[in-house]
T-cell receptor
């Protein structure tokens, strides 16, 4: 079956532009996570959804970052007024249930802000 | 909040040598997970450890969870070039999950 997909795979934005990153999790997966991974670093937690409910958004760096999952499947991470420090790979992951089991990661979106 | 320290940051080995990466927490963990990320790729789940003193093996990989459930290790026996990548530990159960900084393994053929 299909894995987690993300689009676009690459995004170049001028500083100040808004961007929207999409994640299609594995069908039926309850939990969905967004991570930010800077070069040479581990993934940093941004936010977590259980179905359509955003249960934890403590990792979002600023109020310029916003995530949603309105129907409990596809999720969008939006970054307003992008800054150069937002340049990173944004990873999405999903898993079957609420409690821990294997996370399945998407290929990521590489965002470059010029 | 919870944090996990992972060492070393980099390791260069000759093919056939062994490799170990360690994760340490100041607090007792309920479980710990290990992931591998190939260059240019995304993290791929390797294993989860839950029990105190647990040891699990996957071919040449041996995973250990400390007796106090505050540390864990991943050991690779007789490395191969296919082992190249960054190995991360991850802690957490429900909700927020925290990754270590990763250990990047380079293998010289």
């Amino acid at each position: 079956g299909a894995g987690v997909s993300q689009s676009p795979r690459y995004k170049v934005a001028k500083r100040g532009q808004d961007v929207a990153l999409r994640c299609d999790p594995i069908s039926g997966h309850v939990s969905l996570f967004w991570y930010q991974q800077a070069l040479g670093q581990g993934p940093e937690f941004l936010t977590y959804f259980q179905n359509e409910a955003q249960l934890d958004k403590s990792g979002l760096p600023s109020d310029r970052f916003f995530a949603e999952r309105p129907e409990g499947s596809v999720s969008t991470l939006k970054i307003q007024r992008t800054q150069q420090e937002d340049s990173a790979v944004y990873l999405c992951a999903s898993r079957t249930g609420a409690s821990y089991n294997e996370q399945f990661f998407g290929p990521g979106t590489r965002l470059t802000v010029l | 909040g919870q944090q996990v320290m992972q060492i070393p940051q980099y390791q260069h080995v000759q093919e056939g040598e062994d490799f170990t990466t360690y994760c340490n927490s100041s607090t007792t963990l309920s479980n710990i997970q290990w992931y591998k990320q190939r260059p240019g790729g995304h993290p791929v789940f390797l294993i989860q450890l839950v029990k105190s003193g647990e040891v699990k093996k996957q071919k040449r990989l041996t995973f250990q969870f400390g007796e106090a459930k505050k540390n864990s290790s991943l050991h690779i026996t007789a490395t191969q070039t296919t082992d190249v990548g960054t190995y991360f530990c991850e802690i957490g159960n429900t909700g927020k999950l925290i990754f270590g900084q990763g250990t990047t393994l380079q293998v010289k053929p």
